[in-house]
């Protein structure tokens, strides 16, 4: 009976188009982010359960934001405008390394015309977004065979993406500033004077690029945008036919996409690892977004969130639920465990609900609304 709307009248167009019309979504939602942003910090600055120590920050929530920033990218391609890629990670890797390279100074020798351009280190505020223009720059460029293929040949093509970048950061030494051991350290990082350096600082602000950046996407597919991407992925000769233009509709698609991984890339590589090879970004970080946005939910950004919390949860679930039961498992166990789960679990959803979990919890909350009269 609490999950109600009776009462709740709009009055103009603004409250009927809200992302949250009914007030105990609202209401939900202000909680959520309370906790998030104060509930959280004051655990852990006090030391409470379940923050006694840093692990729950670091080796949770850390990765959990940052990875669901990278699958909301992600579904804004594959969810939204149905564009299958598997080059998410090296979007990953260029936000990454043009972050770190405009962090620490670019120097790019000409000797054939006599000079060199050189770019002086920049903020670490704005490296992270030009780093994610770039990772913008090369989706577009990757994009365009999608102009003339899908479905699985436009995989094959972003695969090719993964796998050149993958190649070039690990070959061109230029990349990483000739480091000898391939591995390079993210700058300091400084922001307007006020240097984060603690699991608090850093969570506080990977929590402040997941919120804007999210509400951000959550209007972008609200709108005419959105709704050309989505008129591409469910028909797009349909689409083209009624004046919508699949160059610009699909390369959008790809920048927007890129340009939001990209920043997760360098918040990745920046806040959470710290030092870092390109084997941060390989094909299996590609895959494990894409397992993500199925598994949340194709076409949801609440659905990006479920999804990188249950790839990250559940590995740790089912170490710690068998030691507790007295039934240990080996870690080899684990492994096979995770792949046969996530497998199953991504044939079961395409097959009975491709929306993910979050058409099951959209379901649960419309049957709410009408509980216990089902008329």
């Known amino acids: 009976m609490l999950y109600r709307e009776a009462g709740q009248f709009k009055t103009n167009y603004a409250e009927d188009m809200a992302i949250f019309p009914i007030r105990q979504d609202r209401i939900a939602l202000a909680v959520l982010l309370g906790l998030a942003f104060i509930g959280v910090p004051l655990l852990a600055s006090f030391r409470i359960w379940p ?4 692990y729950l920050l670091w080796a949770i929530l850390l990765p959990f934001l940052i990875l669901a920033l990278a699958a909301v990218g992600t579904n804004i391609l594959v969810g939204y405008c149905g564009q299958i890629s598997l080059g998410s ?12 390279k405009l962090a620490t100074g670019v120097h ?27 990772a913008a720059c090369a989706g577009i460029l990757f994009g365009i065979p999608s102009l003339r293929i899908k479905g699985l040949y436009l995989a094959v093509a972003t695969l090719a993406a993964q796998f050149f970048f993958d190649w070039a950061f690990l070959r061109l030494p230029w990349f990483t500033n000739y480091a000898p051991s391939g591995s390079v350290n993210a700058p300091e990082l400084d922001f307007f004077g006020m240097i984060v350096r603690t699991p ?5 602000l990977c929590l402040l690029f997941v919120s804007v950046m999210a509400v951000l996407a959550k209007n972008l597919v609200r709108g005419n945008l959105g709704r050309q991407w989505m008129a591409i992925r469910d028909m797009d000769i349909a689409a083209e036919l009624i004046g919508i233009r699949p160059l610009y ?14 920043v997760a890339g360098a918040l990745w590589a920046f806040v959470y690892l710290g030092s870092w090879e390109p084997l941060a970004f390989s094909i299996d970080r590609s895959l494990e977004l894409l397992f993500m946005v199925i598994i949340g939910g194709l076409g949801s950004i609440m659905g990006s969130f479920i999804g990188a919390a249950f790839i990250l ?19 080899q166990t684990i492994t096979h465990l995770q792949f046969i789960i996530f497998g199953s679990l991504i044939c079961y959803l395409l097959i009975k609900e491709p929306h993910g979990f979050a058409r099951l919890i959209s379901i649960g909350k419309e049957k709410l609304r009408l509980w216990p009269f089902p008329y």
Do not use: H
């Open 89 to 100: 990670g090296a979007f990953m890797a260029i936000g990454a390394y043009s972050a770190y």
């Open 51 to 54: 923050f006694r120590t840093d």
């Open 108 to 134: 790019i020798p000409l000797a054939w015309l006599g000079f060199a351009i050189a770019i002086p280190p920049l903020p670490v505020l704005a490296s992270i977004l030009l780093g994610g223009l770039m």
């Open 249 to 262: 509709a699909k390369l959008t698609a790809f920048a927007v996409s890129s340009f939001i991984i990209g």
């Open 313 to 331: 949860i559940m590995p740790i679930m089912l170490n710690v639920i068998p030691t507790e039961l007295g039934l240990p498992l080996s870690t």
């Open 200 to 204: 608090v600082e850093r969570y506080l």
